[in-house]
C-alpha cells in the first residue's frame, strides 16, 4: 500500500556547516584565512593523506598543529579515546578532519571528548555533549559519506561489535573545505565503494519517515548526478569534471540524511562490513535491490524518477520489477558484482543476523512497512540473488 505524499508537512531544516567547494582550494589555504582557535588538532588516516600532500598542504598553513594520523576504516571507540586524550594533552583547541568518513567521524567525537568528560561510548545516542564541542573544519578526500555536513560520528564498538552512531547537532563542522582534486588519487575500488554510499544515502533520504521537500530535491539530484558520472569516473579516473560532480553529489548526500537519518540499508550492510569487512558503500548497495524493490511499494511516484532516467520501462503493476532491472542496468554499467557472495559473505550466519537486526527498533526508526524476522531474513537472502 502506498503511503500519502508528506508535501503539506511542516519541516525545519538545520545546515549550519558553511561550505567552501573549490577546486585547488587546498592549495590556496593560506589565502582563505581560516583561523578558528591558536592551535589546530589534525585527525587524518595512516596513508592517504601523506600520499596525496593534503596533510603536508595544512601543515604549511598551520605548523604548530598536532597530528593523529592513526585512523583506521570503521574506525573504533579506543581510536577515538586515543585522539580524545592526545588532543586533551596538547590543549589545541580546533580540530582539522582531513580524509574520507573515519578520519572526519573521529574528529567530530574528538572535538567533542576535548570539552566533556568521559569515553567516546558514553555518548553514542543524541545530543549528550553537553559543553560545546571544539570547531572543526572538515575536509573529505572522498566522495561518499558527506560526514562533512553531517551532525553524525559513525563508530564501531568493539565492545558489541556494532557500528553504533552519536548525533549532536553540536558536532556539525563549522568549515567543509571541497576540493575536488583531492579525490584525483582514489582507486576504483574507492571510488566505487564510496560513489555507492553517497547513492544509497540519497536513495535512503528519499524514502525516510523523515524525508521533507527540501531533502528530496537535493537527495533526487544527487541520484542523477551518480547515475551520470560514476560510470564515466569508473572508466576515466582523471575524468576532473566527473570528480567534480561525484564530490558534490556525495555533499547532497551529506546534507539530505542529516535531515532525514538512513534506513534500513544501513542497518543490513553494517552486517557485512563489520562480519566480513565488506567495504561500506559496497555492503549498502547490496542490499538496494532488495530494500527498493519493497520500498517502491510504499512511494511508487516518487522513486519513478529512478526507473525514468535509467530508461527502463515503469510497469505501473510490478514497478518492483522496474526498479530491480533499472538497478541492475546501472550496476552492470558500473561493472559492480552485486551479491553478496562476490564480495566473500558467506550465508551461515545470515539468521543469527536477522534476529539480531529484528530485536533493535531503533535501526527501523525512519523505515516505511513492518518487518517480520523473516522478512528480514529473506532479505538478507535476496542480497546473494543475480
Ligand atoms: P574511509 O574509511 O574514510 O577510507 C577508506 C579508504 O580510502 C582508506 O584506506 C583511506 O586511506 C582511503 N582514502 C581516503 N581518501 C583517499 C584519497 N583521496 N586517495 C586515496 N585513498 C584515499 O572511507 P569512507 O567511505 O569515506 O568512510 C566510511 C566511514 O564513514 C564508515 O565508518 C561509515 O560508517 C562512515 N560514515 C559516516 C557518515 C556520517 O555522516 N558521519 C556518513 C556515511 C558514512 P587512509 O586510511 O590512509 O586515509
Not at 63 to 71: K, M, S
Not at 107 to 135: I, W
Not at 158 to 174: G, W
Given at each position: 500500500?502506498?503511503?500519502?505524499?508528506?508535501?503539506?508537512?511542516?519541516?525545519?531544516?538545520?545546515?549550519?556547516?558553511?561550505?567552501?567547494?573549490?577546486?585547488?582550494?587546498?592549495?590556496e589555504?593560506?589565502?582563505?584565512?581560516?583561523?578558528?582557535g591558536?592551535?589546530?588538532?589534525?585527525?587524518?588516516?595512516?596513508?592517504?593523506?601523506?600520499m596525496?600532500?593534503?596533510?603536508?598542504?595544512?601543515?604549511?598553513?598551520?605548523?604548530?598543529?598536532?597530528?593523529?594520523?592513526?585512523?583506521?576504516?570503521?574506525?573504533?571507540t579506543?581510536?577515538?579515546?586515543?585522539?580524545?586524550?592526545l588532543?586533551?594533552?596538547?590543549?589545541c583547541?580546533?580540530?582539522?578532519g582531513?580524509?574520507?568518513?573515519s578520519?572526519?567521524?573521529v574528529?567530530?567525537?574528538?572535538?567533542?571528548?576535548?570539552?566533556?568528560?568521559?569515553?567516546?561510548?558514553h555518548?553514542?545516542?543524541?545530543?549528550?555533549?553537553?559543553n560545546p564541542?571544539?570547531?572543526?573544519?572538515?575536509?573529505?578526500?572522498?566522495?561518499?559519506?558527506?560526514?562533512?555536513?553531517t551532525?553524525?560520528?559513525?563508530?564501531?564498538?568493539?565492545?558489541?561489535n556494532?557500528?553504533?552512531t552519536?548525533a549532536?547537532?553540536?558536532?556539525?563542522?563549522?568549515i567543509?573545505?571541497?576540493?575536488?582534486?583531492?579525490?584525483?588519487?582514489?582507486?576504483?575500488?574507492?571510488?566505487l565503494?564510496?560513489?555507492?554510499?553517497?547513492?544509497?544515502?540519497?536513495?535512503?533520504?528519499l524514502v525516510?519517515?523523515?524525508a521533507?521537500?527540501?531533502?528530496d530535491?537535493?537527495?533526487?539530484?544527487?541520484?542523477?548526478?551518480?547515475?551520470?558520472?560514476?560510470p564515466?569516473?569508473?572508466?576515466q579516473?582523471?575524468?576532473?569534471e566527473?570528480?567534480?560532480?561525484?564530490?558534490?553529489?556525495?555533499?547532497?548526500?551529506?546534507?539530505?540524511i542529516?535531515?532525514?537519518?538512513?534506513?534500513?540499508?544501513?542497518a543490513?550492510?553494517?552486517?557485512?562490513?563489520?562480519?566480513?569487512?565488506?567495504?561500506?558503500?559496497?555492503?549498502?548497495?547490496?542490499f538496494?535491490?532488495?530494500?527498493?524493490k519493497?520500498n517502491?511499494?510504499?512511494?511508487?511516484?516518487?522513486?519513478?524518477f529512478?526507473?525514468d532516467?535509467l530508461e527502463?520501462?515503469?510497469?505501473?503493476?510490478?514497478?518492483?520489477?522496474?526498479?530491480?532491472?533499472?538497478?541492475?542496468?546501472?550496476?552492470?554499467?558500473i561493472?559492480?558484482p552485486?551479491?553478496?557472495?562476490?564480495?566473500?559473505?558467506?550465508?551461515?550466519q545470515?539468521?543469527l543476523?536477522?534476529?539480531?537486526?529484528?530485536?533493535?527498533?531503533?535501526?527501523?526508526?525512519?523505515?516505511?512497512?513492518?518487518?517480520?524476522?523473516?522478512?528480514?531474513?529473506?532479505?538478507?537472502?535476496?542480497?546473494?540473488?543475480?
Amino acid at each position: 500500500m502506498s503511503v500519502k505524499s508528506n508535501y503539506l508537512q511542516e519541516f525545519q531544516y538545520l545546515m549550519p556547516t558553511k561550505i567552501i567547494f573549490k577546486p585547488g582550494a587546498l592549495s590556496e589555504l593560506s589565502t582563505l584565512k581560516i583561523q578558528m582557535g591558536k592551535k589546530p588538532f589534525v585527525v587524518t588516516g595512516k596513508y592517504s593523506s601523506k600520499m596525496n600532500g593534503a596533510l603536508e598542504k595544512v601543515m604549511e598553513v598551520f605548523p604548530n598543529a598536532v597530528v593523529f594520523d592513526d585512523v583506521e576504516e570503521n574506525p573504533s571507540t579506543e581510536t577515538c579515546d586515543r585522539a580524545g586524550q592526545l588532543c586533551r594533552d596538547s590543549q589545541c583547541d580546533w580540530l582539522i578532519g582531513i580524509g574520507g568518513g573515519s578520519p572526519l567521524d573521529v574528529s567530530k567525537v574528538v572535538a567533542g571528548l576535548a570539552t566533556n568528560e568521559g569515553k567516546c561510548e558514553h555518548y553514542f545516542g543524541r545530543d549528550l555533549f553537553y559543553n560545546p564541542p571544539l570547531p572543526i573544519l572538515a575536509i573529505p578526500t572522498t566522495a561518499g559519506t558527506g560526514s562533512e555536513v553531517t551532525p553524525y560520528a559513525v563508530i564501531t564498538n568493539t565492545r558489541s561489535n556494532t557500528k553504533q552512531t552519536i548525533a549532536d547537532s553540536k558536532i556539525f563542522p563549522e568549515i567543509a573545505l571541497l576540493d575536488p582534486t583531492l579525490t584525483l588519487t582514489l582507486p576504483h575500488r574507492i571510488t566505487l565503494s564510496t560513489g555507492l554510499d553517497a547513492l544509497s544515502q540519497s536513495m535512503e533520504g528519499l524514502v525516510s519517515k523523515k524525508a521533507n521537500p527540501v531533502s528530496d530535491c537535493l537527495a533526487q539530484e544527487s541520484c542523477k548526478l551518480i547515475f551520470k558520472w560514476l560510470p564515466k569516473v569508473l572508466a576515466q579516473p582523471n575524468d576532473m569534471e566527473g570528480r567534480y560532480w561525484l564530490l558534490y553529489a556525495s555533499l547532497l548526500s551529506g546534507i539530505v540524511i542529516a535531515q532525514t537519518g538512513t534506513t534500513l540499508v544501513h542497518a543490513l550492510g553494517y552486517y557485512y562490513t563489520l562480519n566480513y569487512n565488506v567495504p561500506h558503500g559496497i555492503a549498502n548497495a547490496l542490499f538496494l535491490i532488495p530494500m527498493f524493490k519493497r520500498n517502491i511499494v510504499f512511494l511508487p511516484e516518487k522513486l519513478r524518477f529512478i526507473i525514468d532516467f535509467l530508461e527502463e520501462e515503469y510497469d505501473r503493476e510490478h514497478p518492483e520489477m522496474s526498479i530491480k532491472k533499472a538497478l541492475l542496468r546501472f550496476f552492470k554499467n558500473i561493472d559492480f558484482p552485486h551479491t553478496a557472495d562476490s564480495w566473500g559473505v558467506l550465508d551461515n550466519q545470515l539468521k543469527l543476523f536477522a534476529k539480531h537486526l529484528s530485536s533493535d527498533s531503533y535501526r527501523f526508526r525512519n523505515q516505511y512497512g513492518e518487518f517480520s524476522m523473516d522478512e528480514i531474513y529473506s532479505i538478507f537472502r535476496e542480497s546473494f540473488e543475480t
